[in-house]
């Protein structure tokens, strides 16, 4: 089995960028969201008819974390957590179909013909893991909230924003590195003639 036309190696580092700042933008609103809130204060809704306030320093205001007590609805509904649901989508996207993916397509349209050709190709088969990595995190982190676990969100977009960020500014792709150290241990990526 031969290995797959390569890519520009420059496209997943543009994927990354853009990946990152919404990874970024996802902490912020997991931090400052019902995923780090605590009682007691005031937390408010965006579901109608959920609304969920409570006053600070009544004896009748619970103690703990909102998310806990916080229905179904009002969890899936939390900007933070609705952010990371497209982001996932995104990371689904260019997993199961990485040449229609919006940011490569993006970059192949709009940036690619304004630089000069790139000196080496690079396996597009990393890149591609990579961002299943990225998904399989946000993804455990869209979970973890939604069953009411404090702090999951936020942690896993922030892990999400730091390997993409890594990327973007420095090429370090650690995903990429996952899949070479797996490969290299015969887990993934055997040729049919090797195995």
């Known amino acids: 089995m031969s290995a797959p036309a390569g890519i520009d190696p420059r496209g997943p580092r543009f994927a990354a960028t853009i990946t990152a700042v919404l990874l970024l933008v996802a902490t912020f609103l997991g931090l400052t969201g019902i995923s780090t809130a605590r009682f007691p204060g005031q937390w408010l809704s965006f579901a109608p008819g959920f609304d969920f306030a409570f006053v600070a320093g009544t004896s009748l205001a619970p103690?703990?974390?909102?998310?806990?007590?916080?229905?179904?609805?009002?969890?899936?509904?939390?900007?933070?957590?609705?952010?990371?649901?497209?982001?996932?989508?995104?990371?689904?996207?260019?997993?199961?179909?990485?040449?229609?993916?919006?940011?490569?397509?993006?970059?192949?349209?709009?940036?690619?013909?304004?630089?000069?050709?790139?000196?080496?190709?690079?396996?597009?088969?990393?890149?591609?893991?990579?961002?299943?990595?990225?998904?399989?995190?946000?993804?455990?982190?869209?979970?973890?909230h939604l069953a009411g676990v404090p702090w999951a969100l936020p942690i896993a977009t922030a892990a999400a924003f730091l390997a993409a960020s890594l990327n973007a500014a420095f090429g370090l792709c650690l995903g990429c590195q996952l899949y070479l150290l797996l490969q290299r241990a015969g887990v993934i990526g055997r040729s049919a003639a090797a195995a």
């Not at 990485?98 to 990393?126: K, M």
């Open 63 to 144: 103690t703990g974390w909102a998310i806990q007590v916080a229905p179904l609805l009002n969890r899936a509904l939390d900007p933070g957590f609705l952010l990371t649901v497209v982001i996932a989508l995104l990371f689904l996207w260019s997993v199961l179909s990485p040449a229609t993916a919006p940011w490569g397509a993006l970059f192949r349209s709009a940036v690619r013909p304004r630089l000069a050709p790139p000196t080496e190709l690079e396996d597009p088969r990393p890149p591609r893991f990579a961002q299943g990595v990225g998904l399989f995190v946000v993804t455990i982190g869209l979970v973890l």
